[in-house]
């Protein structure tokens, strides 16, 4: 039987990220120390780790079936590949930054200057859209130093809380890109291996769904029902049940965490009581 061969990040903001979600699917993975692949014992998935750097070329490649990687990684050196699902965690930016006591506005500004990146790629496509010319350094290691030892006028980089340009004196001045962890798939699957990779995102897709939602369960008095089933969204319909106490129903739904609050607080308003909030281990629709 043919596996399916996922790599992931050797080291660094997505691995541990990576491995939960594969975890929380129902696939048990022993890690051994220093291990570079391993197999699931109860789902016919291999596991690489590797350097994030080289996973959109094992991809192209067909070494590796499949990936948990950054968008912005995939936008840089694999928009060739087939993005399978968002998978809402590791979010961050790509964005131009420059010196916090700089005149420059934007990217307008920077016009036949410096500017240091690790995504030459990115930048560039930025820059041709923008119909800006400047001239593009590349680094492999720490960009945000850049402008201040001389050596760019701005810098391209990842910026998730912006506690690292803010410590060196830079201020975000355009976003290029919204990035988050996706699921990326090789272009060369045969059909047992797409089945298989059907069967993982369907694994994905549930635990994806009860991340972002909330099982409710609340009390009211059955004049007040109709009211409050047209608030709730749920799945298809409330589940109600009437409770012991004449008059008073139980009503349980399942509400997304985007509405969340809004959807409680008009609940109250409408006449429920007693809401009990739990969260949900897995969705299966």
Not at 70 to 84: C, R, S
Not at 147 to 174: M, Q, R, W, Y
Not at 186 to 213: C, G, H
Request: aromatic letters at 4%; glycine letters at 6%; a negative charge.
């Amino acid at each position: 039987m043919e596996k399916l061969k996922i790599a992931i990040q050797k080291s660094g903001r997505l691995h541990d990220e990576s491995l939960k979600i594969l975890k929380n699917c129902g696939i048990s993975i022993d890690n051994g120390r220093d291990q570079l692949k391993v197999e699931a014992s109860n789902f016919p998935l291999e596991i690489f780790y590797l350097r994030n750097g080289d996973i959109p070329q094992y991809l192209r490649d067909g070494i590796a079936d499949l990936a948990i990687v950054g968008e912005n990684l995939l936008y840089e050196k694999g928009d060739d590949l087939i993005i399978q699902r968002r998978l809402g965690f590791s979010k961050c930016k790509v964005s131009l930054a420059i010196p916090k006591q700089s005149t420059m506005k934007g990217v307008k500004d920077l016009e036949g200057m410096q500017i240091a990146t690790s995504y030459p790629n990115t930048l560039q496509k930025y820059l041709d859209k923008q119909g800006v010319n400047a001239n593009i350094h590349l680094i492999t290691g720490s960009v945000e130093i850049a402008p201040n030892i001389g050596l760019a006028d701005a810098i391209c980089d990842i910026v998730s809380s912006g506690s690292t340009l803010f410590k060196n004196n830079l201020k975000e001045s355009d976003v290029i890109l919204n990035s988050e962890a996706v699921l990326a798939s090789s272009p060369t699957l045969s059909k047992e291996k797409q089945e298989l990779l059907d069967k993982l995102m369907f694994r994905i897709d549930s635990v994806l769904r009860a991340e972002n939602s909330k099982y409710v369960l609340l009390n009211a008095p059955n004049d007040k029902l109709e009211d409050i089933i047209k608030i709730l969204p749920g799945m298809k319909s409330p589940t109600i049940m009437p409770l012991a106490e004449s008059n008073w129903s139980s009503v349980h739904t399942v509400i997304t965490q985007e509405k969340f609050w809004e959807i409680i607080d008009e609940l109250k308003s409408a006449g429920a009581e007693s809401i009990l909030v739990s969260p949900i281990e897995k969705m299966i629709l």
